[in-house]
């Protein structure tokens, strides 16, 4: 499986890392979180009725990172002899390197993800980001999936934070995605890949620390559709056919 491939990626570099693990010119450090949330949105598509529980564990040693991130849902059941069992089940999880690399106030990273999912074809992104640290912290991402969906997705975000209480800040944020024929994204009308806007979001949460490591992030975010062809599509791969979709919930996280 190209999965099994991936997770032998990961394991070599972590241990690549490991032998440098008394450098102290290299900065080493990770997390790991959880999100509770109301639905599970990706990019515009609603990909489940009910909660869902998302976590995360991340490494990053000096330029290098690597991520693993799941999605449980709590609405999806496994299928024994013809009769639904158990309280959810696993639906994703994804597997994502980096590389970042800053100059003076311009960050570019590079990356690379793996999509292993449940009930459909996995598939494989390579991606490149640019962000520069100024007023609203503009970034702009191009993902290209060379696998099932074999064409691009391209996302512009902005976002600021404001001072609320101590070292309590509401950020709010908005993002902007244009798709290229990319068939993970769906359809238009025709049943046909398509180039066009396809959905933005806007979103809010406050960041509360709990303790010298440790975040809680409550956050809402509402998504909807650019084009005609972006709300076909997101109707069509949405679990209950929503093209407009208000979402939210808390994210807790350990850095250490």
Not at 15 to 42: E, F, L, Q, R
Not at 99 to 111: A, D, E, F
Not at 132 to 142: A, H
């Amino acid at each position: 499986m190209k999965i099994t491939k991936v997770f032998l990626m990961v394991v070599l570099i972590l241990s690549i890392s490991a032998t440098g693990i008394y450098a102290d010119d290299i900065k080493k450090s990770g997390y790991a979180s959880m999100d509770a949330m109301s639905n599970y949105v990706w990019r515009g598509q609603k990909l489940s009725n009910s909660w869902v529980i998302q976590p995360s564990v991340g490494i990053n040693y000096g330029a290098f990172g690597v991520n693993i991130w799941s999605n449980y849902d709590s609405d999806r059941f496994e299928v024994t002899s013809g009769s639904e069992s158990g309280h959810g089940k696993i639906t994703e999880t994804d597997i994502t390197l980096t590389y970042t690399h800053s100059i003076n106030k311009l960050t570019l990273t590079g990356g690379y993800i793996y999509y292993a999912l449940e009930g459909a074809n996995d598939t494989q992104e390579l991606f490149i980001s640019a962000s520069y640290d100024m007023l609203l912290n503009p970034s702009l991402t191009v993902y290209y999936d060379y696998d099932e969906g074999n064409g691009a997705f391209i996302v512009v975000a902005v976002g600021h934070t404001f001072p609320v209480y101590k070292d309590i800040g509401l950020k709010l944020g908005a993002t902007a995605g244009y798709n290229i024929r990319n068939k993970v994204m769906g359809f238009d009308d025709d049943g046909k890949r398509f180039t066009n806007f396809y959905n933005a979001e806007l979103s809010a949460s406050v960041t509360i620390p709990v303790h010298k490591n440790i975040s809680l992030t409550p956050k809402i975010a509402y998504s909807f559709p650019l084009s005609s062809d972006a709300k076909e599509a997101i109707r069509r791969v949405s679990d209950d056919g929503k093209k407009n979709i208000l979402y939210g919930g808390v994210n807790l996280t350990l850095n250490f």
